[in-house]
């Protein structure tokens, strides 16, 4: 997923160190433009995030820096809904650090969420041109998102702790693949059913194995 933050980030509350204290955000009906690094990011356990009706536009291949849209990470919680995020890329120019190996190289994305508090829901999202447009572990529900040409995957999942996920609703289109399943860590069962998907140049599903976990994709088409 993700790398940490750099400098450039345009909103950041919260820290990823065990122990410090929380803290929360509620932003919405916003643009955030002209980040660097990540456009809005919310850390640490019991920290907490309310995004919804924003904004998040990166600078796509032009700007010459890898962006994340919306991170909800670290143990935090929070609701991102009815957001449309867009141009979060790794530009042109460093496949080295960037690309679809997982082990290897970073997938950046318009909403990632890693190892999330309790009550965390991403939904109604609008993903547009992003590297991936949404890559999720520890997500509490997943619900209606729309992912727009996203160069790698509308949808990546990685199962940590629960490798179980329910897509609920939502279309994936156009762009490269539709969902990455990456059970690396856990096994992992993947519900798709009532995820659409049109105008795929590459795989509804790929699933990556390893470790000796596996994956089962139920309603893949």
Known sequence: MAQCPRSGTAFSVGESTPGRPPASLSIH??????????????????????ITHNTVAGPGHAGGVP???????????????????????????????????????????????????????????????????????????????????????????????????TIKGGKITGGGGGVWVTAVLTDMIVDVSKLRFSDLPGPAVEILEDGGFTATVIGAP
Do not use: K, W
């Not at 433009?33 to 309310?50: K, P």
């Not at 909403?111 to 447009?133: D, E, R, Y």
């Open 67 to 165: 962006t994340d849209g919306i991170e909800i990470v670290a143990g935090a919680a929070g609701i991102i809904d009815h957001n449309t995020v867009s141009g979060n890329v790794c530009p042109v120019g460093i496949p080295e650090d960037c690309g679809t190996d997982f082990f290897t190289q970073l997938q950046h994305a318009g909403i990632a969420g890693g190892g999330n508090g309790p009550g965390t829901v991403i939904s109604h999202n609008l993903l547009i041109g992003n590297q991936m447009g949404l890559f999720l572990s520890e997500v509490d529900e997943i619900a209606d998102n729309v992912m727009v040409d996203n160069d790698y995957f509308g949808l990546g999942l990685v199962g940590v702790d629960d490798g179980a996920f």
């Open 29 to 50: 009906h916003s643009e955030v433009t002209n980040y660097q690094s990540v456009g809005i990011i919310v850390l640490g356990a019991g920290s907490r995030g309310d």
